[in-house]
């Protein structure tokens, strides 16, 4: 029997708008649902069901579906729950949106609306599981559907594909975004690209919180009314006013000090802040996209980060793989920034040699894409000829523990004891040199050669034969 996976689970304590839901769901091959016309029964199903998506009717007796929702997303942040109420209030749609509903739908709602909503929500939770499990395993990825979005990002790598289809996916959610990932790997192109995405009106405003008091972080983003402290001889609004109906991008989030975090829980629960003096408090609409290096589960669990403020941020969670998880990343960036460098300096990009390319797909980057950046532009200010100098990058590769991967230098390259060799000779030295210094790896080694590794592969076999 074929597993149905994941259900969706419908409840409305109405057995009619149940049954027309159901019906509705059926019609567009939605097979596997769940109905509860009883509240109180909704927390256990999601507790003991696999479940994809929550259809949830907003008033009911006995447990309303404001707690329901709750409990939902401060237990199950990424299921999505879709709010479906004959109350059109906005205060109600507000409220919901504000706790983490994925979208709201005032009843009568069109059959069409509906499964449109339900296929989105089940897209967005089928990126995520993709996301999770994803692995360098040769998974195709399609791609995104508007690659414009994504032209900061200089990638090759199938894993920041599938990143780029989620962020295609939650963009016009108004939920928060946390990005996680080393530090260098790009976080704030991808929350910028989450911005636009989003197709909010307002601006991307970034600030990085990390640093920061609380006296200056509540300076910084939520400003202050005249007289607040001394020297504040004017009002002055803050960079979440200034980002009203856009993306607040708060980086190094993990950093933030406790008392700070309460207030930015307080924005994402209530869309409200209290500037600097002020006892009225101001409301805002803006969505929160979050970015760290360090692990909040580790900061939770020794009490330097909030549990309820790291679930409201958690609503879409994206990690970015670091650079030495998508090698096939290192030579489209590494020609990129030797473009980029010369450009700015009015000069014509220098040829890079194979051994660097081949020194540098081995090489682990702590500092991941920032790091490449740098070398790239450091070789490329102190080149003279037409070449990308191998000693400068060789230089730097020494100093971060790469000496036995660095290749000789140039001088000592063709440098022979004895007779000198014949053409034969020379070309089953270089061969078998390469091969040395890439653990046989063939791969490798024809990077270092600057020949493809199917002319090393039969250079191979065809020594073989004659040493038969």
């Known amino acids: ?58 008033f009911m007796p006995e447990v309303s579906g404001f707690e329901i929702l709750e409990y939902i997303v401060q237990n199950q942040p990424d299921l999505p729950v879709i709010v479906l109420t004959s109350n059109d209030s906005i205060d109600a749609a507000v409220r919901c949106m504000r706790i983490g509903a994925f979208d709201f739908m005032v009843k009568p709602v069109d059959r069409n609306r509906l499964v449109s909503a339900v296929n989105h929500a089940l897209r967005v939770r089928d990126l995520e599981d993709r996301l999770t499990l994803f692995t360098t395993d040769g998974t195709e990825v399609s791609g995104p559907r508007r690659p414009e979005l994504f032209e900061a990002i200089i990638t090759r790598s199938p894993r920041m594909e599938a990143i780029f289809q989620y962020v295609e996916a939650i963009g016009p959610s108004p939920r928060a975004v946390l990005i996680t990932g080393e530090s260098g790997t790009g976080k704030e192109l991808l929350a910028r690209a989450i911005h636009d995405a989003s197709v909010r009106s307002g601006q991307f405003v970034p600030v990085n919180v990390a640093g920061l008091d609380d006296v200056m972080f509540s300076d910084t983003l939520f400003g202050h009314t005249r007289g607040a402290f001394t020297g504040a001889d004017r009002s002055r609004s803050g960079l979440v006013e200034k980002a009203s109906q856009g993306t607040l991008f708060l980086d190094e989030i993990g950093d933030l000090e406790l008392s700070s975090q309460v207030k930015l829980l307080r924005l994402l629960q209530e869309g409200e802040f209290y500037p600097l003096g002020s006892d009225e408090p101001s409301r805002v609409n803006l969505r929160v996209v979050a970015a760290t290096n360090v692990d909040l589960t580790a900061r939770q669990k020794s009490g330097a980060f909030r549990r309820d403020l790291y679930y409201r941020l958690v609503s879409h969670l994206i990690n970015v793989p670091p650079l030495r998880e998508r090698p096939e990343d290192i030579p489209v960036l590494l020609d990129h920034f030797v473009e980029e460098t010369a450009r700015s300096m009015n000069r014509e990009p220098p040829v890079i040699p194979p051994d660097i390319r081949a020194v540098l797909q081995e090489y682990e980057f702590p500092g991941n894409v920032r790091e490449l950046q740098a070398i790239a ?40 004891n004895g007779s000198f060799p014949t053409l034969q000779e020379a070309e089953d030295f270089l061969i078998m040199d390469a091969l040395e210094r890439c653990d046989g790896n063939q791969t490798a080694a024809a990077r270092l050669l600057g020949v493809a590794q199917s002319t090393l592969s039969r250079r191979l076999r065809k020594q073989s034969m004659q040493d038969a």
């Open 1 to 58: 029997m074929k597993n149905p996976g994941p259900a969706i689970l419908v409840v409305d304590d109405d057995p009619v708008a149940v049954e027309l839901i159901q019906v509705a769901l059926h019609a567009h091959g939605m097979d596997n649902v769940v109905l509860c016309t009883d509240s109180r029964n909704a927390t256990s199903l999601v507790e003991t069901t696999p479940l994809a998506a929550v259809l949830l009717d907003l």
């Open 377 to 416: 532009a450091d070789a490329v200010s102190q080149a003279q000829g037409r070449t990308l100098p191998t000693d400068v990058v060789r230089r730097y590769l020494r100093l971060h523990g790469m000496e036995d991967m660095v290749p000789p230098s140039e001088t000592a390259r063709f440098t022979w």
